[in-house]
């Protein structure tokens, strides 16, 4: 088991932005800092199925729900130069955090159960704000219990501005804005506390323990664009981006002693809605609403297990999986603008004062 649990590791480093910020500091430019705190709030949806019979004759599933409920915090850093504005972020629960009741159903279709497995139709234009695939089951196994969560976020945006909008928060102006980015976030959730039910001969209920433990690794490319207007001590800052992204995930069953790897890609759209208030020349404070889809499609194998069913289950080369996440958080923070103009100005001045 050492070697399946070191699959996926929170890859968490701090070097790319450190180089970047050494390389930027170099120049000519304004350099903005500060701390961050938001509070999420969502759900994550795991499912598989098939609503028409497949080789075994069976038309059903399974869904595992966890809530996205937690607190990041992090520091930012914000790069300006003329127009163009880079905007890095590190964020963290910073430990295993209580995030509500999570959820593991199986289940079976009729011939009245709806399967849309299409939340982003580009070629319709179509868009289904869902993070379910399947409805219209029946539970012949449920399981509820408590939910912790540990996340690590690494997020890196640039923009370019236009009319007179201007990436310098402290300047007044108004415009539209091009943005992109990259999002990392390694996530684990644990399962715990369950109470499980079982439609067998005689039914079964009671408490089971730890039900699964749930990891993921998740990249996200965005690009979109937004609106800028600020005046005197005020700023709104709008901001909507499609993205694409790529999850992988390992689901251990601890009951089951099997693992689940996934690999699945998808579409999604990050927004933003952002009013800040500068306090002085130098600080400000901001609050932030973001919202959050991700809505993917893919197929993930087995390995190990205790039953000949699950056993046999590694054999075959894979099953199909949706992972969707819908979320949203509110954030707060501020911002700090760094002033060395007082050494680079007068160095004469400053060579005196080192002097004496």
């Given at each position: 088991?050492?070697?399946?649990?070191?699959?996926?590791?929170?890859?968490?480093?701090?070097?790319?932005?450190?180089?970047?910020?050494?390389?930027?500091?170099?120049?000519?430019?304004?350099?903005?800092?500060?701390?961050?705190?938001?509070?999420?709030?969502?759900?994550?949806?795991?499912?598989?199925?098939?609503?028409?019979?497949?080789?075994?004759?069976?038309?059903g599933?399974?869904?595992?729900t966890?809530?996205r409920?937690f607190?990041?915090?992090g520091?930012?850093?914000?790069?300006?130069?003329?127009?163009?504005e880079?905007?890095?972020?590190?964020?963290?629960?910073?430990?295993?955090?209580?995030?509500?009741?999570?959820?593991?159903?199986?289940f079976?279709?009729?011939?009245?159960?709806?399967?849309?497995?299409?939340?982003?139709?580009?070629?319709?234009?179509?868009?289904?704000?869902?993070?379910?695939?399947?409805?219209?089951s029946?539970?012949?196994?449920?399981?509820?219990?408590?939910?912790?969560?540990?996340?690590?976020?690494?997020?890196?945006?640039?923009?370019?501005?236009?009319?007179?909008?201007?990436?310098?928060?402290?300047?007044?102006?108004?415009?539209?804005?091009?943005?992109?980015?990259?999002?990392?976030?390694y996530?684990?959730?644990?399962?715990?506390?369950v109470?499980?039910?079982?439609?067998?001969?005689p039914?079964?209920?009671?408490?089971?323990?730890?039900?699964?433990?749930?990891?993921?690794?998740?990249?996200?490319?965005?690009?979109?664009?937004?609106?800028?207007?600020?005046?005197?001590?005020?700023?709104?800052?709008?901001?909507?981006?499609?993205?694409?992204?790529?999850?992988?995930?390992?689901?251990?069953?601890?009951?089951?002693?099997?693992?689940?790897?996934?690999?699945?890609?998808?579409?999604?759209?990050?927004?933003?809605?952002?009013?800040?208030?500068k306090?002085?020349?130098?600080?400000?404070?901001?609050?932030?609403?973001?919202?959050?889809?991700?809505?993917?499609?893919?197929?993930?194998?087995?390995?190990?297990?205790?039953?000949?069913?699950?056993?046999?289950?590694?054999?075959?080369?894979?099953?199909?999986?949706?992972?969707?996440?819908?979320?949203?958080?509110?954030?707060?923070?501020?911002?700090?603008?760094?002033?060395?103009?007082?050494?680079?100005?007068?160095?004469?001045?400053?060579?005196?004062?080192?002097?004496?």
């Amino acid at each position: 088991m050492g070697k399946i649990e070191a699959t996926l590791v929170p890859k968490f480093s701090t070097l790319p932005l450190i180089f970047l910020f050494l390389n930027i500091t170099s120049v000519s430019a304004e350099i903005i800092w500060g701390p961050t705190a938001e509070k999420a709030g969502g759900e994550y949806i795991f499912e598989t199925g098939n609503k028409y019979p497949n080789l075994s004759g069976i038309r059903g599933g399974s869904r595992i729900t966890f809530p996205r409920t937690f607190t990041l915090f992090g520091i930012q850093g914000i790069y300006t130069k003329d127009r163009w504005e880079i905007n890095g972020a590190l964020k963290t629960t910073g430990w295993n955090q209580k995030s509500g009741q999570a959820r593991d159903e199986d289940f079976v279709l009729g011939t009245v159960s709806t399967e849309n497995t299409t939340n982003i139709a580009t070629r319709e234009w179509s868009y289904r704000d869902s993070a379910t695939i399947y409805s219209g089951s029946r539970n012949f196994a449920d399981g509820k219990g408590k939910s912790t969560v540990y996340e690590n976020r690494a997020e890196l945006y640039g923009r370019y501005y236009f009319q007179d909008a201007n990436p310098n928060y402290w300047s007044n102006g108004s415009g539209f804005f091009l943005s992109t980015g990259v999002r990392y976030s390694y996530f684990k959730y644990l399962f715990y506390d369950v109470n499980q039910f079982i439609e067998s001969t005689p039914v079964f209920y009671g408490p089971i323990g730890i039900g699964l433990s749930f990891s993921n690794d998740l990249w996200e490319f965005f690009a979109g664009g937004g609106y800028r207007y600020s005046s005197g001590d005020f700023y709104l800052d709008l901001n909507f981006m499609p993205s694409f992204g790529r999850i992988k995930t390992r689901d251990f069953h601890v009951q089951r002693s099997i693992n689940f790897f996934s690999e699945n890609y998808g579409l999604g759209w990050a927004s933003k809605a952002e009013v800040g208030y500068k306090i002085n020349s130098s600080w400000l404070s901001y609050l932030r609403i973001n919202h959050r889809r991700f809505f993917s499609e893919g197929r993930f194998t087995s390995q190990g297990g205790l039953t000949a069913e699950d056993i046999a289950s590694n054999l075959v080369s894979g099953f199909k999986s949706h992972i969707n996440i819908k979320d949203y958080s509110i954030e707060i923070g501020a911002l700090n603008k760094l002033d060395w103009s007082s050494k680079s100005e007068n160095p004469e001045k400053n060579d005196q004062k080192t002097e004496e």
